[in-house]
Structures are given as structure tokens and as C-alpha cells.
């Protein structure tokens, strides 16, 4: 039986998908990578039954080592925007050190790769990983996620900001998304890990089943919280100087922009039903999951 590497499973997609994991294949094959193997939350992996690696993307050494013996890596990127560059370059010349046979790596969906695309910044480290994978002769696995749903509450605020502002202030124009729950992503993740080998050398684009606006979204909530919710799509200049009079960080204000602004230029307006298919079933309506997030 091959033996399984998770990172990221302190966090919400990599300890999902562990969990899914532990489901199809014992627990004893099924080792997660930690930086810190006194916190919470690695001492509540081991407790569920996983096996801990110590390893940091910023240490290539302690990755060698976390990877011995290991034949299925599966990685998830960097949180750290700035730092991925080097981290993913670290992972994939120590998977490959490691004689690691196949590699999964979350990636991004796109559809402008050029650099004066808004999410540029984003999509360079991807196109670079995934350039890196394909060139080191391992066997591999692109997953390119499209957004989160997640990111629609990250993105608006909580129920009592909403039923305050009664609107939906983003420049993010007509565009559509595909929004996926990350539990979708990791159930559908846990399924291609427990048969690595049917999906060899392929590029799976993982969309939601629908794709939806944030006209869209607000016409949901104005029905879940039984009040008016207003999209109003300001342009960008505004959008900052609004932002930045209440207060909120140059880095925030940037990275709502980036993803306001990919979303317009239609990033995310994705149709490919590969992740339909790897679930057997739809995901998880967007409907459904604004109303368990703020009814
Ligand atoms: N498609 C989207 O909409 C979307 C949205 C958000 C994020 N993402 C991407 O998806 C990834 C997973 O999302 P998530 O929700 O699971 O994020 P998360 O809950 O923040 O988890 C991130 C995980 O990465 C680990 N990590 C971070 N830096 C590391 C490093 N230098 N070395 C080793 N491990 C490191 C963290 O470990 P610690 O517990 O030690 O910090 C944690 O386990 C994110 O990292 C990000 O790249 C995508």
C-alpha cells in the first residue's frame, strides 16, 4: 500500500481532506506534515490516528526528511502569497530528492496568464510550480481550484455587518465565479488520493456546478436575511479611498482589489465539470451554503 503525505493538514483543506482520507485508507499509511509537532492541532492529528512529519516549506533539508519513505505527496500551496515562490521550489526539489513517485498540488484556475493580469501575483507562483512539476519527471496531479465559497463571507463581513451596510460593495463588475465549499474540494481530494494511479499526469480544473455573480449572491441574501442586500461595483480608485477611510490595512485593501478585479476580467468563469465528476454528484449550491453561513 502506498504511503500518503498530506501538508497542510493543520489547516482547513489539508486536515478536510485527511479526514475524508482516513475513511478509505488506514490510518497507518497516512502521514501529515506539521511545523509544529507540540500544537493543538498536531497533537489532535495524531490523536485521530495520522502519523506526524516535522517539516517547513522555508527548510529544504527537514523536508528531505519528512519525506522518506513516502511515495504519494500531497501539496498544498503556500498561504504566504510573497514567500511561495522559493517555499514551492523547496517542496518539489525535495519531493523529487525524496524519490517521492507522484505529486498532487492545488493549484489555481485561470484564464489570463500574462503578467498585466490582475492576479498576476497570484497565478506567477502556480505557472511556475506546476512548470516545475512537470519538468522534474515525477508523476503528478494539477488540481487548480477555482474560489472558495469561503471567500464570499471573507470577502462581505458577517451577518450584523451586512444587516448594517445592506450592501455589497466590490469592483468586481459582471463577473462570475464558480464558487466551490473547500470541503467539496476535499472530499473530491481524499477520493483521487485513496486511486492516485487512475489519475496520473493529469490537469483537473475544479469548478463548482455553478458559477455565479455578486449580483447574484446579493439577490440570495436579500432572500436569506429577509432584508434589501444592494451590490454596488465602484470603480477601483474609489473602491481603495472608501476602504482606507474605514481604516482598513493597505494589504487587505490590495488583496480585495486583486481578486475584485480578477473576478471582473472573468479568472473564474470556469466550466469544466471535472470536479462533478470526481464527486459523483454536484457541489454544494451556493444558496445552500450562504444560508448556513448567515441565516
Ligand atoms: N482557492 C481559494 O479560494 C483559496 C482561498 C484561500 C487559500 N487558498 C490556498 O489554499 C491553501 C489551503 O487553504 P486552507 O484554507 O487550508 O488554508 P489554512 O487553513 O490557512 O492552512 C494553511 C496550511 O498551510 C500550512 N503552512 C503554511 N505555511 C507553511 C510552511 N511554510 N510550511 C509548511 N506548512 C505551511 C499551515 O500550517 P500552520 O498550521 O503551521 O500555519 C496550514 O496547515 C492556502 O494555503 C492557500 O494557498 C486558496
Keep these: 500500500m502506498s504511503k500518503i503525505l498530506i501538508t497542510g493538514a493543520t489547516g482547513g483543506l489539508g486536515g478536510t481532506t485527511a479526514r475524508f482520507l482516513r475513511d478509505k485508507v488506514s490510518a497507518e499509511n497516512i502521514f501529515v506534515l506539521v511545523r509544529d509537532l507540540e500544537s493543538d492541532k498536531a497533537k489532535a492529528l495524531k490523536n485521530d490516528g495520522f502519523n506526524l512529519r516535522k517539516g517547513d516549506y522555508d527548510d529544504f533539508e527537514g523536508l528531505k526528511k519528512a519525506f522518506n519513505g513516502i511515495d504519494v505527496l500531497y501539496f498544498v500551496s503556500a498561504s504566504d502569497i510573497s514567500k511561495r515562490i522559493p517555499q514551492h521550489k523547496n517542496v518539489v526539489e525535495a519531493a523529487k530528492e525524496s524519490n517521492i513517485k507522484h505529486i498532487l498540488y492545488t493549484s489555481t484556475v485561470r484564464n489570463d496568464e500574462s503578467s498585466e493580469a490582475p492576479l498576476f501575483a497570484v497565478v506567477d507562483a502556480h505557472l511556475k510550480t506546476e512548470d516545475w512539476i512537470k519538468k522534474s519527471d515525477l508523476t503528478y496531479t494539477l488540481l487548480r481550484h477555482n474560489l472558495y465559497a469561503e471567500v464570499i463571507p471573507m470577502f462581505l463581513g458577517s451577518k450584523e455587518q451586512l444587516l448594517q451596510s445592506k450592501s455589497i460593495y466590490l469592483p468586481t463588475g459582471t463577473g462570475r465565479t464558480s464558487f466551490v465549499p473547500r470541503e467539496d474540494f476535499a472530499e473530491a481530494e481524499a477520493n483521487i488520493l485513496a486511486a492516485a ?20 449572491v446579493a439577490a440570495l441574501l436579500t432572500h436569506i436575511l429577509n432584508q434589501p442586500i444592494d451590490y454596488v461595483s465602484p470603480d477601483v480608485e474609489e ?41 459523483g454528484r454536484k457541489t454544494k449550491s451556493i444558496g445552500k451554503f450562504l444560508n448556513d453561513v448567515y441565516a
Design 197 to 216: 494511479e487512475k489519475f496520473e499526469n493529469q490537469v483537473l480544473e475544479f469548478n463548482g456546478s455553478e458559477s455565479t455573480s455578486f449580483e447574484a
Design 239 to 279: 473602491f481603495e479611498k472608501t476602504m482606507a477611510s474605514f481604516g482598513l490595512p493597505e494589504d487587505i485593501i490590495g488583496m480585495l482589489t486583486m481578486f475584485s478585479l480578477g473576478i471582473a476580467n472573468g479568472e473564474f468563469d470556469q466550466k469544466s465539470d471535472d470536479l462533478e465528476k470526481v464527486l
